[in-house]
């Protein structure tokens, strides 16, 4: 293969202005860029822009693909929702069951209950519409896997341990996340057990955002007036139908592949110290669907290495 590049003319693929083969970045953030020579249009390229690049935690057993697997509880809530608090309490009891170490959880406030909702996100809208639940609370299990208004511990565990792979999951993640006040950085390293294609996104989740007017709230329970893990916003370019990010590509067993993100903060009341990234590896199930097969949590300043299943 011939390097072209001195032939090439690149441009900002969604202003289409010309920028030229030796761009220089002056602020963070995603870019996406494209190439012609002549009328040959190369694909569209991605780069992400850090300040600085999270350390993403060396792996100490390359050889191992027994991934522990967590799925993902989304909870579609809000505060005008008087059913909401006696559903969170079902999962601060779940927290405390063995079945924590299988998943991890979104709060989605971005339907008709969230309106002056001080977990509200545009993200929310989204993923609120994507789901498009037909009563609030409402939980669904990864993007497909199950839904239900319950307020049952048992049935939550049931239907968590029914869809969790106990031998490992098809991929693992490794990741680190930083910020500073505009942008929340990510960088992450998927390796495939099964051999297949894979999506990755990232979303930028907030802990512990004060609602003093949660409707159905028992003033002895705090966790009633603080949303933890209510989604914030999501990486690139997404829609409602399109939640789960871009295609990695296809991952032999035991390969990897290193992803970066630079999600924006798009609000002054957010609390940046607040935050953490969850990382949504998917795959596509029997019926053609972008299905999650892992998920990996990690506060900012912090970082997690590959989880494997304990034996």
Known sequence: ENDVTADATIFNALTMEEVGVEYVATETGDFTFVASIGEEISNIVDVTVFDSIPVIPADTDPSNLAFNHRGMFVFHGGVSDGYSPSAMTVFQELANTEASKHYNLVQVHGGEYAHND??????????????????????????YDGQASQ???QYYKNLLMNNIKEDGADAGVAMAVDATSSHVFCAAQVKANVAQEYKAVAWLLESDIYSPNQAGANKDCYY?????????????????YNVSGKSIGFLSSAETKTISYAIPVLSDSWNVANMGVLVIVSARDAEGRWEVVNTAYCKV????????VEL
């Open 118 to 143: 001080p977990a509200h996100s545009e993200a929310a809208v989204v993923v609120d519409q994507f789901y498009d639940p037909t009563y609030f609370p409402n939980v669904y299990l990864n993007f």
């Open 151 to 153: 307020r049952n511990v």
């Open 224 to 240: 009633h007036y603080y949303y933890d893990f209510a989604l914030r916003n999501i990486s690139g370019e997404y829609s409602k």
């Open 301 to 308: 300043g912090e970082s997690k290495p590959y989880e494997y």
